[in-house]
């Protein structure tokens, strides 16, 4: 696999070895032992599918306390892939990244704890699948404003989103709870 560091440290784009032939593909999308070589290491606890359509914006996301990483892919369709940190410490803290994932390119993302994690679906259906290294506490998720302005992401939106309720009533990081 290749294992590729983002503009925000601990954030890693990872594209494993595909294996096609006339009957279709094969690849790995976890092995401990790669990732733990690679200097990725994480016990997941939660595996997590979600199908969307287009123009959903699922996010900005986090928790807390109980904080998740996440290894996030797409299994059909494609996403425009958002991850925002919020460590107060980092020299990033704020900044984003963005990136398109999709069943073609099938690239995947790890996100590590400590950063909010969303995206937009830009094709007519999306599979989305992430594995967590800690389980969902409601009671300590967090909603970042999806279009703070102090963010600066360039979401590819030609319409409104679709938003739920609580992502569309998100908090400006200015006012965010974040890490440390």
Do not use: C
Not at 54 to 63: C, F, K, T
Not at 66 to 75: D, E, T
Not at 163 to 180: I, Q, S
Request: net charge negative; hydrophobic share 40%.
């Amino acid at each position: 696999m290749k294992v590729t560091s983002t503009e925000l440290p601990g954030v890693t784009l990872i594209e494993p070895r595909v294996f096609g032939d006339d009957r279709g593909f094969f690849l790995e999308s976890w092995n401990a032992r790669d990732f733990e070589a690679a200097g990725l290491s994480a016990t997941f606890v939660q595996d997590n599918h979600s199908g969307s359509r287009r123009g959903v914006l699922r996010g900005l996301h986090y928790q807390v306390e109980h904080a998740q990483g996440k290894l996030v892919r797409v299994a059909v369709g494609e996403v425009f892939d958002v991850v925002v940190d919020l460590r107060r410490s980092s020299p990033t803290f704020g900044r984003s990244v963005a990136l398109m994932l999709s069943a073609q390119n099938r690239r995947m993302l790890w996100v590590p704890p400590g950063f909010a994690h969303g995206f937009l679906t830009i094709s007519d259906h999306a599979e989305f699948l992430y594995k967590t290294t800690d389980y969902w506490y409601p009671e300590h998720e967090r909603t970042l404003l999806w279009n703070d302005p102090a963010l600066h992401i360039a979401w590819p939106l030609s319409d409104a989103p679709i938003l739920t309720a609580k992502d569309a009533a998100g908090t400006p990081l200015a006012a965010a709870e974040v890490y440390r």
